[in-house]
């Protein structure tokens, strides 16, 4: 600091620098941002690196055996003579456990995100967050390990009972509140106060009842079903949920406290409860970051090789029917890890090839997500700066 | 000075190459990637006791025959005898394959323990990985659907268990689950009341029951006699009767450490 201000002619002359010293100076300047652009662009070059010697060795595979059964097929049979390459069901185990563990990890980690910068007090915050980020740190082969070895067995002995738990837990709340809210919606436009606070009451006893019938037998019926293998898709979404959480927390918390203390003022100024500041002005100004924060949490899932290789039974085949996480599934990064030892390049191309166009695959799914939020933030930025 | 240095240097490694370079045989192995554990140990053990360096490889045992009869392997290792062809073709170009027994390879297919089953035949089991049977009670079980349990593809095990329970041109289906080892085959079937597996014979213990197969228990005893079906050979070839190191490679499964690491490896010493 003190150069700088030296360097301006109409300050004193104690601290102006001789010529020799500011060459030296602008040298080691220019070195340093060489230094960091090169690294920077190391970065860059590794990631084209990867893309150029994956394709390269994926490509050799598509000009063997055609795009048609690769995607179209699900009969997998690499060791056969001749091999049979049908990764759809592969495709679809990936995309499956993807999307299933998004549906657990997301709700529920932009709602911890919430209660962390928004409601809990401070105090509480600052040992909640680094406990919740420690989940990131436990290496995947545990989480595999007690996928395999203490969640699966639990599944199949107590699986509809477990099922029958988590839908009431999961769907009380949500019926109590839809049956109050209901109820108001209904009575609203009787005029008279004594008697719509009778009907209200009737009403809320009505649906209560109708609904508490509803949550019971599909209880019921949850508690009926037999799960035949633990490790299934269901098994691997609920593990890889835990893993993808500590991102998507993490981050939308971040995202949520960037968003200021000046607007969630105006928005209490404005007078606004609570809940309207957090759902009306916090999540719109901090959506760009939760997006992103969701699909690094699905990437990681996306990803995720040692826990899915342990626990999601590897069965090349889409379950039946096409929704049933109950049963045993593949994915493109477990069928990668899990077949490359055999596959060496000398003897068996396209059983070799095959797995780099699978490794292809996932490289440009995730460049394509990375690419759809990055358009995404981009764009909240501008209409959130007002341009 | 530094020449000097520099002669002196040559000289101690060029005196140093021909040391090394004593023993002067090498033998090279190719083939089964099933005998391959049992290969590498006897190679490392056998470059360990007697300074003669063994290299292995594991290209699948018909690329092992291939290498015996171009010359280009000293001993295949085949995890099945070699066929016709292959000895018409050695015959033609004027090699002799002897065929010396290293150890028996012998899969147990097994259930969970509290499974009523006892005992199957090689076709029932073969219809339950091919998915024409699906439920317990059409082999005599409860009434249950059965849990599929096979290994990756690049198993040897899964190999032998391909060739011979499955049989060959049939598939295993689809919707088998896959485990990447004995131990997590074990793992799951001893969890898994409705499982379906099969394991090297040396990794059946308490946790799971391994079941008759056409009326035979598996064991070592009735692996060694050949009576239980799901056990196999697994050979050396050589070309003609094996002399010199070779000879003393080819005797390892006879000798009281050579038993010691098949048995090590979960095989039944012949």
């Known amino acids: 600091m003190a150069e700088e201000r030296g360097g301006e002619r109409n300050r004193t002359n104690t601290f102006v620098v001789s010529s020799r010293k500011r060459t030296i100076q602008k040298a080691v300047n220019r070195a340093g941002e060489l230094l960091l652009l090169v690294l920077a662009s190391f970065v860059a070059v590794v990631v084209l690196f990867i893309f150029y010697f994956v394709a390269r060795d994926a490509i050799p595979f598509f000009e063997l055996r055609g795009f048609s059964e690769f995607f179209t097929t699900s009969e997998w049979y690499p060791a056969d003579e001749p091999g049979k390459f049908g990764a759809l069901s592969i495709i679809y185990g990936s995309l499956m456990v993807t999307l299933g563990s998004a549906m657990i990890a997301v709700p529920m980690g932009i709602a911890a995100a919430i209660c962390l910068s928004d409601i809990l007090p401070f105090s509480i915050r600052q040992y909640a967050k680094p406990v919740i980020e420690m989940l990131a740190a436990i290496p995947s082969v545990a989480f595999g390990f007690f996928a395999l070895v203490v969640f699966a067995p639990l599944l199949q002995d107590k699986g509809g009972a477990l099922l029958m738990w988590a839908w009431w837990i999961l769907a009380a709340p949500f019926t109590v509140l839809f049956v109050i809210v209901l109820s108001d919606l209904l009575t609203t436009r009787i005029k008279d106060p004594a008697r719509r606070k009778q009907l209200n009451l009737l009403s809320v006893l009505l649906f209560g009842l109708l609904s508490a019938g509803l949550l019971y037998r599909v209880g019921t019926l949850l508690h009926a079903i037999e799960i035949l293998t633990g490790t299934n898709a269901l098994n691997v979404s609920i593990i890889l949920s835990f893993m993808a959480l500590p991102t998507i927390v993490s981050v939308s918390e971040d995202a949520l406290q960037a968003v200021g203390r000046d607007i969630r003022e105006g928005s209490y100024a404005l007078g606004a409860t609570r809940a309207e500041t957090i759902v009306k002005t916090i999540l719109p100004a901090a959506s760009s970051g939760i997006l992103a924060a969701v699909i690094l949490g699905i990437m990681r899932s996306l990803g995720e090789t040692m826990v899915v290789w342990m626990a999601s039974g590897n069965s090349a085949h889409i379950p039946e029917p096409w929704f049933n996480y109950l049963e045993a599934i593949r994915t493109l990064t477990a069928t990668i890890a899990g077949d490359m030892g055999e596959a060496d390049q000398v003897t068996g191309s396209a059983r070799y090839h095959v797995l780099f166009a699978m490794g292809l695959l996932l490289l440009v799914i995730s460049f394509i997500c990375n690419l759809v939020s990055e358009r995404i933030v981009v764009r909240q930025r501008r209409i959130l700066s007002g341009q | ?270």
């Open chain 2, 1 to 270: 000075m530094i020449k000097k240095l520099l002669l002196l240097v040559a000289l101690l490694s060029f005196t140093a190459e021909a040391g090394s370079a004593a023993p002067v045989k090498t033998v090279v192995l190719d083939g089964s990637t099933t005998v391959g554990p049992v290969a590498k140990s006897f190679a490392a053990y056998f470059t360990r006791k007697y300074g003669v360096r063994v290299s292995v490889s594991e290209s699948g045992s018909g690329n092992g025959a291939k290498s015996l009869i171009n010359g280009s392997c000293t001993i295949a290792t085949l995890s099945r005898p070699m066929k016709d062809a292959e000895l018409a073709a050695a015959r033609k170009k004027g090699v002799n394959p002897v065929a010396t027994v290293v150890a028996m390879d012998g899969l147990a297919i097994v259930v969970h323990p509290s499974n009523p089953v006892r005992a199957m035949t090689k076709t029932q089991i073969s219809s339950i990985y091919n998915g024409r049977i699906t439920n317990w009670k059409q082999v005599g079980g409860p009434n249950a659907n059965i849990v599929v349990i096979q290994r990756e593809s690049n198993s040897g095990t899964a190999e032998s268990f391909r060739d011979l329970v499955v049989g060959k041109g049939v598939q295993i289906k689809g919707s088998a689950e896959t485990q990447s080892s004995n131990g997590s085959v074990k793992s799951r079937v001893s969890s898994t009341p409705t499982a379906i597996g099969y394991l090297g014979l040396g990794f059946v213990d308490r946790s799971v029951k391994a079941v008759a197969v056409n009326g035979v228990m598996p064991d070592v005893k009735t692996v060694r006699s050949g009576s239980y079906p799901v056990a196999r050979p697994l050979y050396f070839y050589t070309n003609g009767q094996p002399t010199g190191v070779v000879k003393q490679f080819v005797d390892l499964p006879k000798t009281a450490d050579g038993k010691g690491m098949i048995s090590e490896l979960g095989f039944v010493n012949r």
